[in-house]
């Protein structure tokens, strides 16, 4: 595919083009130069054959560069390739003719084909495309095997006839043949070698022309290759400039893994032994909790325990309620019934003071019936002596009546005194009464809050034995991270050999990438 390229070829571009150099880039040394020369068989031999036909290339160049370039110039696709060079065509010309005089050299080394890499990189400067440069090649092969053919005919022809004059021919003729025997004059010899020669120039020159369209294509392809490796190779510096720092981080942060996996290793140790101390508090634990779940299951037997105590000592608190009460209610009989008595304490004191009232009237009585039975003299005597029975009697009464006096004061300062005692009863009757009822309340509420406390050991040994369960759980789950700490600290040692391998292998990244981007 052409290129749009309409950049003029300077002639400072030109000199500054190093035919060594782009061997170098190529990869073209003596090695390789002795390699291409085996692939194609080209020997000694072959180069001793071209320095004789270095007359040949001399007697033919003028024809040759005239037709190569009329043929160049009648194509429009190539005749622009020449307003993209800073050389005249005759200047071109001469260049042509300088090729075709080097190729009978009969040296082709390491300046010839530096020469050729020369020619070939001012070509793609000037965007003259392989098919075009290959193609044209066919002009010198035709004009070439031109020169061979019949520089070989005029060879031929002086080895069979010795001259070139018909004479000279016909006398070298007779010499070697008999004139009665097929003879062959000259001209008919020259015809008809030509016409051989012409078969063979033509046969070679076809073949030749089918050769180099099949180089264009290849070359293209090649060509295509070649570029889409440049494009690789370009694109392999950029991402190795982009690994190349990548690698420097992955460098600077290999280290900081490394001095973190050793921190990690570690720490690790540290958690191992960490996890194993943990284990066996665990452990202890676990059978602390299954302690307690029994104190608890035992807690909870006695709050049951405590709980039917506490209704049962309010069952008890509410029959002593009932018991003070009619305690109570007796008292308050007794109460009335010693205000009944003091009632009848208080009639008989009357009925003693008018009993002590009679006493005295009757004393009195007495006393004026001694008086008169003084008076009455003898006939008085029994008087008297009724007079003073009835005085002893009237002084008797008033004894029993001051002795009724003083025991009915003694019984009303016994029933005062009882009274008292009975308020004061009653009134610790009623305090007994409310304390039981508190006491009663109290007991409810203990009840109540005994049987929430029973509930909740309830609840608390249910969730004792979940967490004893959970406890038991957690301490193999420890023992199992244990293990995977000692696994981590294990891998943690593979790991920091593998970074140290990964810093080997980032070295050998470093080299490659250096080969990478130098060795092209």
């Known amino acids: 595919m052409a290129r749009a390229n ?124 392989p098919k075009v440069y290959l193609g044209s090649y066919s002009l010198y092969y035709e004009q070439i095997l031109d020169g061979i053919v019949s520089e070989a005919v005029d060879e031929a022809l002086e080895r069979r006839f010795g001259g070139d004059d018909a004479a000279d021919a016909g006398s070298d003729y007779d010499s070697d043949y008999d004139s009665d025997s097929d003879s062959i004059d000259r001209d008919t010899f020259e015809t008809e070698l030509e016409a051989v020669t012409d078969e063979i120039r033509n046969r070679t020159l076809s073949a030749l022309k089918l050769m180099l369209l099949d180089q264009q294509v290849a070359i293209d392809t090649y060509i295509r290759s070649y570029s889409e490796i440049e494009e690789e190779i370009e694109r392999q510096q950029r991402v190795a400039a982009d690994v190349e720092e990548s690698v420097e981080r992955l460098e600077s942060d290999a280290g900081v893994v490394e001095e973190s996996a050793a921190e990690i290793a570690e720490i690790t140790d540290e958690q191992v032994e960490s996890v194993e101390e943990v284990s066996k508090e665990v452990s202890d634990l676990s059978a602390t909790v299954e302690e307690i779940a029994a104190s608890a299951e035992e807690v909870n037997a006695t709050s049951e325990e405590a709980e ?48 002590d009232d009679i006493a005295d009237q009757t004393n009195l009585l007495a006393l004026n019936a001694s008086i008169e039975a003084a008076n009455a003299g003898s006939s008085g005597d029994g008087f008297a002596v009724v007079a003073n029975e009835v005085k002893s009697l009237a002084e008797e009464s008033q004894e029993q009546a001051e002795m009724i006096t003083n025991t009915i004061d003694r019984i009303q300062e016994d029933t005062e005194e009882t009274t008292e005692s009975i308020d004061v009863a009653e009134e610790r009757v009623s305090r007994a009464v409310e304390e039981v009822r508190r006491t009663v309340d109290g007991l409810e509420r203990i009840t109540d809050a005994v049987g929430e406390t029973s509930t909740g050991i309830e609840e608390v040994a249910a969730a004792t034995d979940d967490q004893a369960a959970s406890t038991e759980e957690v301490a193999s789950m420890i023992d199992r991270i244990a293990d995977d700490a000692r696994e981590v600290a294990a891998e943690t040692d593979e790991v920091a050999d593998a970074i140290n391998e990964q810093a080997e292998r980032t070295e050998e990244i470093e080299r490659s990438i250096a080969r990478l981007t130098t060795d092209r």
């Open 6 to 129: 309409t950049t003029t070829l300077t002639e400072e571009q030109r000199r500054n083009v190093d035919g060594s150099e782009l061997l170098e880039d190529l990869g073209v040394d003596e090695r390789e130069i002795a390699a291409r020369k085996r692939i194609t068989q080209f020997d000694e031999e072959d180069a001793a054959r071209l320095a004789e036909m270095k007359p040949l290339f001399a007697a033919i160049e003028d024809e040759t560069v005239d037709a190569f370039y009329d043929h160049l110039q009648s194509n429009p696709e190539t005749n622009a390739i020449f307003d993209r060079s800073s050389r005249s065509i005759d200047q071109l010309k001469g260049l042509q003719a300088q090729y075709l005089r080097e190729l009978g050299d009969g040296t082709y080394d390491r300046s010839y084909f530096e020469t050729r890499a020369r020619i070939g990189k001012v070509h793609e400067l000037i965007d003259l495309e």
């Open 308 to 355: 039917e105590i506490s209704e049962t000592a309010a069952d008890a608190a509410q029959d002593a309620i009932e018991q003070i009460e009619a305690v109570e209610d007796a008292a308050a009989e007794v109460s009335a019934d010693i205000e009944r008595l003091r009632e009848s304490v208080d009639e008989i004191d009357d009925l003693v003071s008018v009993i």
